[in-house]
């Protein structure tokens, strides 16, 4: 496993021909990948998860003779560990545009399970149903992920971003998380039971908050990529932009504390035991009293909201005297209004308005439902709420999302349009857009080709391999139109 590297000069970052507004500015690229789970329900006989995902994946194999390839979107679909269709977004420069990806992604697992659907009725009879689950937990108890991943300035320590960023992960969760129905009670998230770690380079032994493998997919002299492991996959549009959106501002103000060589402001925020605080936090409905429950911290007892409060009035401090400059590192989403959805759901957390946040934040939305149906029938049985949270996640035949979503139950940022055309269409100004025009052109002239993330090659019959270490810039060099000339 790669060791993770802190130092590096300017002059280093000058000569790779890192531009110094990528270095010294505010811009990011995000992306968001998530592992979704399969079942099958009314077939003749019982299918394992592997077969129904093997069928999902016929189309992809049979157009890349692999279960991992690259789209004309330029994101990455490929068949995870366990059986588990897995989606990465393609680099984007704003949290709008990678929330696009996102919602592509469940368009696309929905028409792969169509197409599969149809496949295995042709066997299994008529009532064979396929179920695709953006969550986190399956039946049997095993966890799966949704990670986010954010491009940081190789000059901030990792012991900077675990000790400033962790506390924020997780309380950020009142407002993000998924929500579950679990044995012990409701949780606000999915994942907390099963993060034993705070950072760790594992993924599989043990699971941490943020993962520490060093792929930055860009130059690792200048950048890294922080993967976050600890968030929720979230079926509310607001809720994957929101925390996207935060969790860069946050990041901006550590990059630039460390830069000046000041203090951020998070100094001192940090858990004793992050994953005894991560686990409180899920349960912070059963607090009680109108703050939630407290957890350990470095300074004593911490009211999860108020850490959000703290975070919230360093962030907004810092907006003020930087407006400008964090505003153009965003192409599309505003910075006041990124500040204006944070504070609101911090006031409707404070005054437990579940009514107002349940438009917005998907386990609002999930315990607002259970509610109403406990007023109806106070005696609801467990397993009625597990399938109504199961129907709330499946993308391929669930209804509960689609009727909140039809009857203003629910809000979507996106235009069905806009999500459409995410499916064929990367960001305009990343390294995506290059990917994306690659794979197209490789697809219309019948040639073999494979890429990853930096790189894109011609296999046959002639071999024409290019690398493209910015993942900021759009622009094609002359390698790169050679390759695209050569097909």
């Avoid at 506390?167 to 929500?179: H, M």
Wanted: aromatic share 8%; glycine share 6%; proline share 5%.
């Amino acid at each position: 496993m790669p060791q993770l590297r802190d130092s590096g000069t300017r002059a280093i970052h000058e000569k790779a021909g890192v531009p110094a507004a990528e270095l010294d500015g505010f811009q990011r690229i995000f992306g968001v990948e998530t592992e979704y789970g399969v079942a099958v329900t009314g077939a003749d006989h019982p299918i394992d998860a592997g077969q129904v995902a093997m069928t999902m994946f016929q189309p992809v194999v049979s157009r890349s003779r692999s279960t991992n390839t690259y789209l004309d979107n330029g994101s990455r679909l490929y068949l995870d560990v366990g059986s588990h269709p897995e989606y990465a977004t393609a680099e984007a420069r704003d949290p709008m545009d990678a929330l696009a990806a996102d919602a592509a992604g469940e368009r696309i697992m929905a028409s792969l399970a169509a197409q599969a659907q149809e496949r295995l009725r042709g066997v299994h009879g008529l009532g064979a149903t396929i179920h695709v689950f953006k969550n986190n937990v399956d039946s049997a108890g095993h966890a799966f992920g949704c990670h986010e991943n954010y491009l940081v300035r190789r000059f901030v320590p990792l012991e900077t971003i675990e000790r400033q960023l962790l506390p924020f992960l997780i309380t950020r969760q009142l407002y993000t998380g998924a929500g579950r129905f679990a044995a012990d009670g409701f949780q606000i998230t999915q994942r907390a039971d099963f993060l034993d770690e705070a950072v760790s380079s594992a993924t599989t032994r043990s699971r941490p908050m943020v993962n520490t493998r060093d792929e930055p997919h860009a130059d690792p002299d200048a950048f890294r990529r922080l993967h976050v492991i600890i968030g929720d996959s979230n079926r509310s549009q607001w809720a994957t932009w929101m925390k996207l959106a935060v969790t860069h501002l946050v990041l901006c103000v550590i990059e630039d504390a460390v830069r000046r060589g000041v203090p951020s402001g998070f100094e001192g925020l940090g858990f004793a035991d992050p994953a005894a605080a991560n686990r409180a936090v899920s349960r912070w409905l059963d607090g009680g009293a109108a703050s939630g429950s407290a957890v350990s911290g470095d300074v004593g007892d911490v009211d999860p909201l108020a850490m959000q409060e703290r975070y919230y009035a360093v962030v907004a401090s810092f907006v003020r005297d930087r407006h400008d400059a964090l505003d153009a590192s965003l192409p599309v989403t505003s910075v006041d209004d990124v500040l204006a959805q944070w504070r609101w759901a911090l006031d409707a957390l404070r005054d437990r308005d579940f009514a107002a946040l349940s438009h917005r934040v998907d386990w609002a939305a999930k315990y607002r439902l259970a509610q109403a149906m406990r007023r109806r029938r106070p005696d609801v049985p467990p397993v009625q709420l597990e399938r109504l949270e199961l129907d709330y996640h499946d993308v391929a035949n669930g209804r509960l999302y689609g009727s909140l979503v039809a009857h203003g139950g629910l809000d979507e940022r996106l235009a069905a349009d806009a999500v459409a055309a995410a499916r064929h269409t990367p960001p305009h100004d990343t390294r995506a857009a290059l990917r994306g025009a690659f794979v197209r052109r490789a697809l219309d002239a019948g040639v073999r080709f494979s890429c990853d993330w930096t790189t894109m090659t011609v296999t046959s019959p002639v071999r024409h391999e290019v690398t493209l270490l910015d993942p900021f810039r759009a622009a094609p060099t002359e390698d790169y139109e050679a390759l695209m000339a050569a097909m």
